[in-house]
């Protein structure tokens, strides 16, 4: 079975994941970004969710998970949790 694993930040709403999203791009530091900014008790560990399979997650973070290039950051994806910006570090 497929596996993956991945982190994350969540926030509130998509103007502040497109601020952190712009952050990252120009050289921020996911781990810190995560620690700070983050709703989600992943925060602690820098956003990271482990390995985990697919429909673990809810189907808008799987999608990225599972079907979009790994080691990039994706996003805004909205789930009824608020805004993530989710970068899989590897899928096996």
Known sequence: MAKACARHILVKTKEEAEMLKKKLAN???????????????????????????????????????????????HGPVKTKFGFHLIETIYRS
């Open 27 to 73: 050289g921020a530091d996911f781990d810190q970004l995560a620690k700070k900014h983050s709703k989600c008790n992943s925060a602690k560990q820098g956003g990271n969710l482990g390995e985990f399979s697919p429909g673990t997650m809810l189907k808008a973070f799987d999608n990225v998970v599972f079907k979009k290039p790994v080691l990039t950051i």
